[in-house]
């Protein structure tokens, strides 16, 4: 079992930064590929970004390409999005998951067993 805590969210106003982290509760942390999603209000929950199980490769949506970045610190089980140039459309709940079967990475939803309670990141213009 895995439990993932994802922290860091808040209010910002559009062009600034915020910095998630998700914290997981595992003995392997590097069996496990991560994933990033986020639910708009009134939307349904979409990818953001995934990294593979030792975080050397990243895939990211295009919408947050070149201005996010999904890294990891096995030893330190936790995982992080660095969001810059923040715009209102990236207010969403940001979701963390986990996959033991995807080790190097997925972008689709029903591959990830394990998930966060989510975070509220709001961005003003």
């Known amino acids: 079992q895995v439990q993932l805590v994802e922290s860091g969210g808040g209010l910002v106003q559009a062009g600034g930064s915020l910095r998630l982290s998700c914290s997981a509760s595992?003995?392997?942390?590097?069996?496990?590929?991560m994933g990033w999603f986020r639910q708009a209000p009134g939307k349904k929950r979409e990818f953001v970004a995934t990294?593979?199980?030792?975080?050397?490769?990243?895939i990211y949506a295009d919408s947050v390409k070149g201005r996010f970045t999904f890294s990891r610190d096995n030893p330190k089980n936790t995982a992080f999005l660095q969001m810059n140039s923040l715009n209102p459309e990236d207010t969403a709940v940001y979701y963390c998951?986990?996959?033991?079967?995807?080790?190097?990475?997925?972008?689709?939803?029903?591959?990830?067993?394990?998930w966060g309670q989510g975070t509220q990141v709001t961005v003003s213009s």
């Open positions: 998951a986990a996959t033991g079967t995807a080790v190097a990475g997925t972008t689709f939803e029903y591959e990830y067993e394990y």
């Open positions: 990294i593979n199980w030792s975080g050397s490769n990243a």
């Open positions: 595992v003995r392997t942390f590097s069996s496990y590929a």
